[in-house]
């Protein structure tokens, strides 16, 4: 009557009795398994590897109700009912399950679980969640085991009250990539301490900190891996550094305005040099004792996703509330004037453009927007997602309706999320590129 939803622990153990028994069943009646490959099979290896007969190729180029993509195509396309308050949840779902490699990584049962207990995997849920996202059914699916598994794993999240979409997808990369570490192969031998799990693959990067002696001039560098970029908004605690006032110019694709800022111009000021000050001396190397510095922030290594999150939520001393500037972003990025490897490009923080503008190795292209309604302590998180070439959608919870390219861009931006367009896989010493297709 309630509309509520009541977990059943008695429900949930028939349903996995039943479940057993239909993969008894199966084990027992195909033809195509023989009983070593049954016994031999282990977490995650329910089903062997298909290898289609001359039989199967002809009956699959013979059946006219293949699936196929088309601009109706909606396969994908399922919302996801609140739970109390757990819009923050959803778009964040919506988000990560429409990451293209991630997408594929799952849909391909790649994952192979090696926790003792596998119901309490969040991988394994994940896995099961890309598969009911993508199995056609229109009706919106429930994720209470989801929200769980979040519960149990990061409890600072756990309760119904509202929390922020950002903390929850740290939180998940992070609960993600610790239950992907178990498998040997994500591990470099040369290196205990490097994670090759498919969290780290898309979405770990490297940022560089280079912080300069104003004394002798010597730099020390650190490389720390990052998941996304944090950029604090005019009005914040922090003073803000706009262009040039008046001046009009087009970057990465934004035709600048005066009186609104873009990504661009936050991410020039993130990568501009900052003096530290006499209240913040270091010991230098070189000099051997304690002097003023300059710090510059860039990016040492691209992620394949890029995920970009505007600090719109402000809490000091003096106040708290929420920080609604519009931000121009393009639906395509070009990350190479925010290279280490560009820094000698910049003067005095100025931005200068690529001289190579041809080259795709460091460009991006948006495929998610998550948004953020109302106020700091009332408010309603929803999504913006490319489903395929230029077909957006707006996930509202269980609600899921077509959207324009304008109202993505029009939109607040709280959350982007951008994928490489070029994607470069290593092999031995040698480097291909190869463009990832949309």
Not at 185 to 197: L, T
Not at 386 to 396: A, G, I, L, M
């Amino acid at each position: 009557m309630c509309k509520d939803y009541v977990y059943d622990k008695d429900i949930e153990q028939i349903a996995k009795e039943e479940q057993g028994e239909a993969l008894k069943l199966q084990a027992s009646t195909s033809t195509e398994v023989s009983q070593q490959q049954c016994s031999v099979l282990g977490p995650g290896e329910k089903y062997p590897t298909w290898e289609t007969t001359k039989p199967e190729l002809e009956l699959l180029g013979h059946n006219p109700r293949r699936r196929r993509i088309a601009s109706s195509f909606t396969i994908g396309l399922r919302g996801l009912i609140n739970l109390g308050n757990t819009c923050f949840m959803n778009c964040i779902v919506q988000a990560l399950t429409h990451t293209p490699i991630l997408r594929d990584f799952f849909l391909s049962d790649r994952h192979r679980c090696e926790m003792p207990s596998p119901e309490l995997c969040l991988v394994c849920e994940m896995s099961s969640l890309f598969r009911e996202l993508y199995s056609g059914n229109p009706s919106p699916h429930v994720p209470y085991k989801l929200l769980h598994l979040v519960w149990i794993h990061a409890r600072h999240l756990a309760g119904y009250r509202q929390q922020d979409a950002h903390e929850f997808l740290i939180a998940a990369l992070d609960v993600l990539h610790r239950h992907c570490k178990g498998d040997d192969v994500g591990k470099v031998a040369s290196n205990p301490n490097h994670c090759n799990c498919i969290i780290d693959q898309i979405f770990t990067g490297g940022l560089q900190s280079d912080v300069t002696c104003q004394a002798c001039h010597g730099v020390s560098t650190t490389i720390d891996p990052c998941w996304d970029i944090s950029l604090d908004l005019p009005g914040s605690c922090t003073s803000f550094w706009p262009m040039s006032p008046g001046r009009e110019s087009s970057v990465n694709g934004e035709s600048h305005i005066p009186g609104i800022t873009t990504l661009t111009d936050y991410l020039r000021r993130f990568t501009r040099p900052e003096h530290l000050g006499s209240s913040a001396k270091i010991k230098c190397g070189g000099c051997q004792s304690y002097q003023e510095s300059t710090k510059q922030l860039t990016m040492k290594k691209l992620p394949v996703v890029a995920c970009f999150h505007f600090k719109r939520f402000e809490h000091s001393a003096k106040q708290r509330r929420k920080i609604t500037t519009y931000i121009s972003f393009p639906l395509e990025l070009d990350m190479t004037p925010f290279m280490a490897s560009s820094k000698e490009t910049r003067m005095n923080g100025q931005l200068q453009l690529p001289t190579n503008s041809g080259d795709n190795e460091n460009k991006y292209s948006l495929f998610a927007v998550v948004n953020h309604q109302g106020t700091l302590e009332s408010g309603h998180y929803t999504s913006f997602i490319r489903h395929h070439r230029d077909q957006w959608f707006k996930c509202d919870d269980a609600v899921i309706t077509k959207a324009s390219i304008k109202d993505v861009l029009d939109s607040e931006g709280y959350l982007l999320f951008y994928h490489k367009q070029v994607l470069e896989h290593e092999s031995e010493k040698v480097k291909e590129m190869n463009t990832q297709a949309y």
